[in-house]
């Protein structure tokens, strides 16, 4: 995965000369030659490559029918989500993803693209959707085969069915593998025995477990013949028709939540309770009639990690959503600090919030890291769809999407929760009214940071890809071999190198380059790329013997460097931004636009070097001198974008009916110059 940052290398333009400045508060439009920057060219570029179906999305999104209501009772809020799903589904966008005779075509990317608009409208209908289309339905096409998809897919897909993803256990939530919930094969009757053993096995915190659900796909240790072959999936009715539980099945409502209370989670339990044969979904794992058992993938690891990641989709959807909600969030703030005004200025008049450089500095890095991800999660989406779709379907390229989602989720859910916080404060007493939606937005989404993978899991399985590539460069060397590379000295200081002639000259030219500009894109991506390597090659170097000690040793030893593991993994997930990005700047053909953008850039890629200034200096990467310039670049970057804000964010599309927030309607403007009227009649 380090060599992965070579891939989609941006097109290089000459290196750019900085002139640091004193910061100031506001400065002049950006205009070239060619004119002012054009901010629909911005938006049809983060619209990406399925901008008609989000717009076609963002326009049902309108329907008031479909937004979050806080007036009703859990009970109703519950019920206008479930029967708010008949107006998906008349769209038909939920079909995209399916075989053409389920009523789909195989467009797994353009799904999500639109799936991700719906959390403008209300976040619990998107989650809901995703557990109907995007677990429960999803997880019969991706583990069935062709005679299950004619068993249940079809009443899955139009709602005929409604139905859970019985996977999470009160006991284990990330580690799936170690789930109790046993399905035990019986060759007499050539059934499967599902049993949970005890309280901490029950299935928890389903999706429509509570009240919706008659059917769900449950997770469960595979045994028959005295032996078991791991965690399978298996297609377990669970109500009648009346919503009564089945015999041997039990649950429980898990009630009011902190967010998302127009999903019905629930907990499923279950007592000796039998299915045919026929309903384990068998894509990657069968039974015999006599017990016998099979696979196509032989290797237990490998085919329980294939079956896992067939359902990758709900971590990229989840990604997309949280970039949406950090948009209208941005939108919402943008817009009322370009308008409301506090204390007087030298001339008398009261000064924009959006003037003064702390609330630049609160609002506009977010913004570009908002751009960042948005170009991100397009690639992602790209990738995504050309694994799902079949156009490049083998085992690498599952592997890289599933490392790339799991990067890409959790930096785009806490940035999320980061930016509605950040928003909140600087709106002030208006940015807490409910009325104005960060507080809602904040509530619904906090979930996103935990489930379908919880972001700190994820990214120690970033930082064990980029480890375990790392190490296939010294397999097959002796030790005194690898010795000599693990204390390669890098412009005078001995390091952990990759081991990579390119890697060490990268080092010694950015210590010997002062007079290049922060702003360079070269600059900026060696900084960045040596971030990963060096931490990724320091790593590797402390856990070089893991293998060779006692499972408790080798626990142990990773648990010492657990902290640099997930901070190496959020290093690598911000260089892929940075990459999707220049990416993105290399594509916008207009020239004043494209100015514009690259300086969006370069904010997000000097306020991530602000971040690691300590990493930095430690290593030597940049002076004292030179680290003072990063902030003092990025101030004057900040000033630069200043006028441009409201553009920046009107480029992210949302109309005020996705919005809904009266402080972005242009009433703090109306006040602001009915104040200011009433002070010149006195």
């Known amino acids: 995965m380090v060599a992965e940052t070579e891939q989609r290398k941006p097109l290089r333009r000459p290196s750019r000369s900085a002139t640091v400045q004193e910061p100031r508060r506001t400065a002049p439009a950006l205009e070239t030659e060619e004119g002012q920057p054009d901010f629909a060219v911005l938006e049809d570029a983060l619209l990406g490559r399925w901008k008609d179906l989000r717009l076609d999305a963002r326009r049902r999104m309108l329907d008031p029918e479909l937004h979050y209501r806080d007036d009703l009772t859990l009970a109703e809020r519950r019920a206008r989500v479930t029967s708010q799903l008949q107006a998906l589904l008349a769209s038909g966008a939920p079909r995209l993803p399916y075989p053409p005779e389920y009523g789909g075509?195989?467009?797994?990317?353009?799904?999500?693209?639109?799936?991700?608009?719906?959390?403008?409208?209300?976040?619990?209908?998107?989650?809901?959707?995703?557990v109907q289309w995007g677990l429960f339905a999803a997880a019969i096409l991706h583990l069935g085969t062709a005679t299950q998809h004619e068993r249940f897919l079809a009443d899955a897909i139009e709602l005929r069915t409604l139905g859970a993803f019985a996977m999470t256990e009160t006991g284990h939530g990330s580690d799936v593998a170690s789930i109790a919930t046993t399905a035990t094969y019986d060759p007499e009757t050539q059934e499967f025995?599902?049993?949970?053993?005890?309280?901490?096995?029950?299935?928890?915190?389903?999706?429509?477990?509570?009240?919706?659900?008659?059917?769900?796909v449950v997770f469960a240790q595979l045994e028959t013949l005295g032996e078991r072959h791991g965690v399978h999936a298996f297609y377990v009715p669970i109500r009648d028709d009346e919503g009564r539980f089945l015999p041997g099945i039990g649950g429980?409502?898990?009630?009011?939540?902190?967010?998302?209370?127009?999903?019905?989670?629930?907990r499923l339990h279950f007592t000796a309770v039998r299915v045919p044969r026929t309903n384990l979904l068998n894509r990657y794992g069968d039974v015999a009639p006599d017990g016998t058992y099979s696979s196509p993938i032989a290797s237990p690891g490998r085919r329980f990690f294939t079956m896992l990641g067939t359902l990758v989709q709900g971590r990229v959807s989840l990604a997309g959503a949280a970039i949406a909600s950090a948009k209208v969030a941005l939108q919402i703030a943008v817009r009322y600090a370009d308008e409301r005004r506090q204390f007087a200025g030298a001339g008398g008049e009261e000064t924009v919030l959006l003037d003064y450089p702390r609330h630049q500095r609160r609002l506009l890095p977010r913004v570009a890291t908002t751009y960042a991800a948005a170009f991100t999660q397009d690639e992602l989406l790209a990738d995504f769809h050309s694994v799902f779709s079949g156009e490049h379907d083998t085992d690498e390229a599952r592997q890289d999407l599933e490392t790339f989602a799991a990067a890409v989720k959790a930096e785009a859910t806490w940035h999320a929760l980061d930016t509605f916080q950040e928003c909140r404060e600087a709106c002030g007493g208006a940015g807490f009214l409910a009325e104005n939606r960060f507080g809602q937005l904040k509530s619904d989404l906090d979930i996103?940071?935990?489930?379908?993978?919880?972001?700190?899991?994820?990214?120690?399985?970033?930082g064990k890809r980029l480890l375990g590539d790392f190490g296939k460069r010294f397999k097959g060397l002796s030790a005194a071999r690898m010795a000599g590379i693990m204390a390669r000295q890098v412009g005078g200081t001995v390091v952990a190198a990759a081991g990579l002639t390119a890697f060490a000259q990268r080092v010694a030219d950015l210590r010997a380059g002062a007079s290049h500009s922060l702003r360079d894109a070269d600059v900026q991506e060696a900084l960045l790329t040596s971030r990963v390597e060096l931490a990724v090659a320091d790593l590797g170097g402390r856990l070089r013997n893991v293998s060779r000690l006692a499972p408790e040793e080798s626990a142990e030893l990773f648990a010492r460097n657990q902290h640099e593991l997930i901070e190496t993994a959020r290093a690598y997930a911000r260089l892929r931004q940075w990459q999707a990005f220049t990416r993105g700047v290399e594509r916008i053909e207009d020239v004043p636009t494209r100015r514009l953008l690259e300086q969006v850039r370069d904010v997000f890629a000097l306020d991530l070097l602000e971040k690691d200034l300590a990493w930095y200096l430690m290593r030597g990467l940049l002076s004292a001198q030179r680290a003072r310039s990063v902030t003092e670049t990025l101030d004057q970057?900040?000033?630069?974008?200043?006028?441009?804000?409201?553009?920046?964010?009107?480029?992210?599309?949302?109309?005020?009916?996705?919005?809904?927030a009266p402080i972005a309607s242009g009433a703090e403007r109306r006040r602001q110059d009915e104040a200011r009227a009433a002070r010149h009649a006195r």
């Not at 996103?448 to 970033?462: I, P």
């Not at 920046?648 to 109309?655: D, E, I």
């Open 637 to 660: 970057l900040l000033a630069g974008l200043r006028p441009h804000a409201v553009g920046l964010v009107g480029a992210f599309g949302y109309q005020q009916g996705h919005l809904r």
């Open 448 to 462: 996103y940071a935990t489930f379908e993978g919880d972001n700190t899991v994820l990214l120690q399985l970033v």
């Open 252 to 266: 429980e409502d898990d009630g009011a939540k902190a967010g998302l209370n127009g999903v019905d989670n629930g």
């Open 193 to 216: 025995v599902i049993h949970t053993p005890f309280r901490a096995a029950w299935k928890d915190y389903i999706g429509n477990a509570a009240i919706d659900g008659r059917a769900a």
């Open 105 to 130: 075509s195989n467009d797994a990317g353009g799904n999500l693209a639109a799936f991700e608009e719906v959390v403008t409208a209300d976040p619990s209908l998107q989650i809901k959707a995703g």
